[in-house]
């Protein structure tokens, strides 16, 4: 391949001032190049193969497109010519052509001048779960759900996927050397299916009607409801930028346009249903009603945003840095053209609105050789302007949306400073404090029995860094941090909210969210960097920490822990040969309560390791190859809350508790590249996959989750594929 493999993509939609200011200064260069003319271009056609069928490949094939047939063709191709007189550059290529992950581009710049781009792709995701169903319009806004008599797994067998297609351009243009405008807009459409679902248990509060599961009726169910996708989202920017001196400072706007051609879902749900025993029975009063809601989709929606930012050098030596940014979001799609009714008398949409404010500015300086300094501060401010209405109703009580408005203030300040014998040393201090306003009285709460206001976190940073010999750094960080709030509020519904004056007097099942929580936060970083020889290199890394929650009840996250240790190397054998080895280990916990029913325990484990070798046989032979392997592991480990019923205990007994969640891949990757002639070669490649997979959420032990009406989503545990292709590629110059 030619360096043509590195074809000009563009940076996004956020690109970076300081490089347009370095592409600035680098405007008169071009004059100062001997006139000469480049092109280089490739084209590559190749075949591969694939083995077994889509169950096979379930996990290999989400993104690459290889899902469906055995033999695919491929065909890229780039171009590029740089012509030093004029300082234009031209390039385009192509990639994927004859799959449905294909990519073009083409692109066209006059440098100091102007400069233009066109960029076209599409991506297929699917989904690595198989569906049996017998919905009839599967994937529409109106399915049919019909019951399948025969038992699980006598249904139709449909398959879950989004399709992508983006379209995407940009301009810039150089008015002068100080002063550019960069614009870029891009169009995606997407559509297809993905998992989704309604359920309901009777007798709620929110239908009193609804009655409870009996010996003759089921009154509750969990339902399978693919969500039909057909959306278009748009995002542009344009942006000023300007560049002189000690001055670097850029103006823009950005612009997000989502709208979705569905609104809704309306199923159709039928009379009978499975009860927890899988036994088919009637539905009660009232549950199918409410299973056969609309259910709202994504509405559309905009987001609009207007920044100013920049930078300025005080000194050689300090400059500061600044943004003000103002954004407005909005939705008001209006609910009938969604196909939902419901809504509170005069209310034809939710006429959303949030405003939000952002103000940053910072500073950097080296008042002395051995010492630098710096400081940041942000202001973040979320103003939700959303009309209130009655949308619940409960009986004869009747709550309103909650409006949610915050502040939010960061600071951070750090300063290094060089010590004896190569050592610097670093302290940091960061600041983080959140108002979220005052609770709307109307609104009602549910999920957590008490609310704060505020909550304020302070931490520290402390860095100690060496380089010991010429081959040889080290560093060690401790990192630490406090948050503490405001008193505990308790919501009440259509009231308001009242200080817990006493957390005692909140009911003993009583929960608090773990993000407003007093945390205890401290974490350890160790780091070392060994050049042994010209040709060995090797990097260890270090990492613990540790979160411990504080509220008044245990129903509640209590504490988390995370561990990772990595190792990285590489060694050059000769001036053809080199190799590489990494492996990494993570273990994480997490301990929590749920109230009447399990303390749980869950761990994660990870470990990842590979090998990979590279070099040339001959001056004509280059040969590659690598193994990765990566085994990850979710654990369960379950006891009984003092407040557990005997079903919990029952249940608890008979099953063990929850099984493993396990994930494991190996690979081998081989490739060759053989020069046949100074123009063309072929590029061999090889993969070989094997991947197990066994998530008790939609099933275990070959046995699938099954919802009410029979459908299962399944995954086959085991899966191998292998992956061959050859491609023949000629380069023009």
Request: aromatic share 12%.
């Amino acid at each position: 391949m030619t360096s043509l493999d590195r074809r000009f993509r563009p940076a996004g939609l956020r690109r970076s001032v300081l490089a347009l200011a370095v592409l600035a200064a680098c405007h008169p260069a071009w004059a100062e190049e001997p006139p000469a003319i480049d092109v280089e271009s490739f084209v590559s056609v190749g075949v591969a193969t694939v083995s077994g069928d889509r169950k096979d490949r379930a996990l290999f094939c989400q993104y690459n497109g290889l899902c469906d047939d055995s033999v695919y063709g491929l065909i890229d191709f780039g171009y590029s010519r740089l012509d030093r007189t004029t300082g234009t550059w031209s390039e385009a290529f192509g990639r994927n052509l004859l799959l449905d992950t294909r990519e073009l581009g083409a692109s066209y710049r006059r440098q100091g001048r102007w400069g233009a781009y066109v960029n076209y792709d599409e991506l297929v995701r699917r989904d690595p779960y198989s569906v049996n169903s017998g919905i009839a319009g599967f994937g529409s806004t109106a399915p049919q759900l019909n019951y399948i008599s025969g038992g699980p797994g006598r249904g139709f067998n449909f398959d879950l996927e989004t399709k992508r297609k983006t379209l995407a351009g940009g301009y810039e243009r150089w008015f002068s050397p100080t002063l550019q405008f960069t614009a870029d807009v891009s169009a995606q459409k997407k559509e297809g299916e993905r998992q989704f679902g309604v359920g309901f248990a009777c007798p709620s509060a929110l239908a009193f009607n609804c009655g409870a599961t009996t010996t003759t009726a089921v009154g509750g169910a969990v339902l399978f409801l693919p969500e039909p996708i057909d959306s278009r989202h748009t995002q542009a920017e344009a942006r000023l930028n300007y560049s002189a001196g000690k001055l670097l400072i850029s103006g823009g706007y950005y612009g997000s346009f989502y709208s979705n051609a569905n609104g809704s879902v309306t199923p159709s749900v039928p009379g009978v249903l499975n009860n927890p025993l899988g036994q088919p029975l009637p539905l009660s009063t009232g549950l199918g009603a409410i299973l056969g809601n609309p259910v709202a989709l994504p509405p559309d929606n905009q987001a609009h945003q207007f920044d100013v930012l920049g930078n300025y050098a005080f000194s050689p030596t300090t400059r500061g840095n600044f943004k003000l940014a103002y954004g407005t979001y909005r939705q008001d799609q209006d609910f009938a053209s969604a196909g939902l009714t419901g809504a509170p008398a005069g209310v034809g949409s939710l006429d959303g609105r949030v405003d939000t404010l952002l103000v940053q500015f910072g500073i950097s300086a080296r008042p002395i050789d051995k010492l630098m300094l710096s400081a940041d501060w942000k202001m973040d401010d979320r103003d939700d302007k959303t009309p209130l209405a009655r949308y619940n109703t409960q009986g004869s009580t009747s709550t309103t949306n909650r409006t949610y408005s915050s502040t939010r203030y960061k600071g951070k300040a750090q300063g290094t400073y060089q010590l004896p014998y190569r050592l610097y040393a670093t302290v940091g201090l960061d600041y983080e404090f959140i108002d979220r306003g005052s609770f709307t009285s109307t609104a009602s709460v549910g999920g957590v029995s008490a609310l704060r206001q505020e909550t304020e976190e302070v931490g520290y940073r402390l860095e100690l860094r060496r380089q010991m010999t010429e081959s040889l750094t080290g560093s060690i960080a401790f990192i630490s941090s406090d948050r503490d709030g405001s008193a505990w509020l308790r919501p009440n519904a259509i009231q308001g909210v009242t200080p817990v004056d006493d957390p005692a007097t909140l009911s003993p099942w009583a929960i608090f969210a773990p993000n407003l929580a007093d945390r205890q936060r401290d974490k350890i970083k160790l780091f070392g960097s060994w050049q042994a020889t010209d040709a060995l290199a090797v990097q260890l890394t270090y990492e613990t920490g540790k979160d411990e929650y504080d509220t008044p009840s245990a129903y509640a996250l209590r504490d988390t822990r995370m561990d990772l240790y990595s190792l990285d190397a590489s060694y050059v054998f000769s001036d053809t040969w080199s190799a590489n080895a990494y492996i990494a280990l993570s273990q994480q916990s997490l301990n929590q309560a749920r109230p009447g029913g399990t303390v749980l325990a869950y761990d994660n484990d990870n470990l990842a390791f590979g090998v990979g070798v590279q070099g040339k046989i001959s001056e004509k032979f280059d040969l590659g190859g690598s193994i990765a392997y990566i085994d990850d592991k979710s654990k369960y480990n379950q006891s009984l809350d003092r407040l557990a019923g005997p079903g919990e205990a029952a249940l608890l007994a008979a099953t063990g508790g929850l099984p493993d969640i396990v994930f494991e891949r190996t690979e081998f990757r081989l490739f060759g590249r053989y020069a046949l002639t100074a123009n063309s070669g072929l590029r061999l490649d090889a993969v070989y996959q094997k991947n197990k997979y066994n998530d008790w959420q939609y099933g275990y032990n070959g046995v699938p989750f099954v919802f009410g009406d029979n459908t299962t989503l399944s995954q086959q545990e085991n899966q191998d594929v292998t992956y061959f292709g050859v491609t023949y590629i000629y380069n023009f110059r």
